[in-house]
């Protein structure tokens, strides 16, 4: 196997955290669905937690991709 093989299966190898980012994705918004439609009037504050939630499960996403990015074009 030549070097630039080993890089494309590395590189895919550091994308598999984005499974666990869809499926957390998935369960935050359910969550956040289902608790506005009990308690409506909670919206505001449960907004807040929703969007820090959203952004850190995205960040995951973003720093996994960056990882592979640099696997395969820098090293």
Not at 7 to 13: D, N, P, R, V
Not at 57 to 68: D, M
């Amino acid at each position: 196997m030549d070097l630039e093989s080993a890089k494309l299966i590395a590189g895919a190898l550091a994308l598999l955290p984005i499974i666990g980012v869809g499926i957390g994705l998935g369960m935050i918004f359910a969550s956040y669905n289902t608790a506005v439609g009990r308690n409506p009037s909670a919206q505001p504050i449960l907004e807040k937690k929703f969007f820090l939630t959203f952004a850190l499960t995205e960040a995951l996403a973003i720093f996994s991709l960056l990882i592979s990015l640099i696997i395969i074009f820098v090293l």
